[in-house]
């Protein structure tokens, strides 16, 4: 049986399901990496229309509002694979690693649509683009995320060399952007599903 919720029960799951979400990143901040597919699942539901369920955005009619963007542009002339969530920092013991960004100023407005199923945010080692629907979507249903990262190295203190998985940090910058695009908003005012008391 399928259950329609009204528009402040929605509001109310979308605000939990925000706090749930920061929550997670604490979490995975905190080095417990086994929650990045709890964070997927968590931000499929906001856009993730299938035969089932309609997205939450969807349901309260908040698709006009704009996502907040830290990805870099996608060169396509570019001979070398593409990493645009993430920045390479230096951590003293363990060498170079990629991390999520994290950072307010870097932020830029887009659309829904752009942010979530066109903006290339990975290109891999084959050529491979990877959107954040892609991403998240995989990760939410435990399907095997196929990435080529051969060309993807980086060092650690002792100058080893290792490949390394961008996946993780892209979904903690991409859960970033998600609690940065809703902080603030008012989803009663913004909501354009109607609702009659």
């Given at each position: ?110 659309s829904q649509e752009n942010w979530w199923n066109n903006k290339k945010v990975i290109v891999d080692s084959d050529g491979i683009a990877f959107t954040r629907a892609k991403i998240i ?49 008012d989803l009663n005012k913004e909501s354009k599903l109607y609702y009659k008391l």
């Open positions: 049986m399928k259950i329609i919720l009204n528009k402040p029960e929605l509001v109310s799951l979308l605000q939990q399901q925000l706090i749930e979400i920061e929550i997670l990143c604490g979490e995975y901040d905190k080095g417990t990496d086994v929650v990045i597919p709890s964070i997927a699942e968590k931000i499929v539901v906001f856009f993730h229309n299938s035969d089932q369920v309609k997205a939450l955005l969807s349901q309260l009619k908040l698709n006009h509002l704009d996502m907040y963007c830290s990805s870099e542009a996608y060169n396509f002339k570019s001979l070398t694979n593409f990493i645009g969530l993430l920045k390479l920092a230096h951590h003293a013991g363990r060498g170079w690693s990629y991390s999520a960004k994290l950072d307010r100023s870097a932020l830029t407005r887009v979507k995989s990760l939410a249903s435990s399907s095997s995320l196929l990435l080529n990262t051969s060309g993807w190295t980086v060092k650690d203190a002792g100058g080893n060399k290792s490949t390394i998985d961008p996946i993780p940090e892209t979904v903690r910058q991409i859960a970033f952007e998600l609690l940065e695009s809703f902080r603030g908003v």
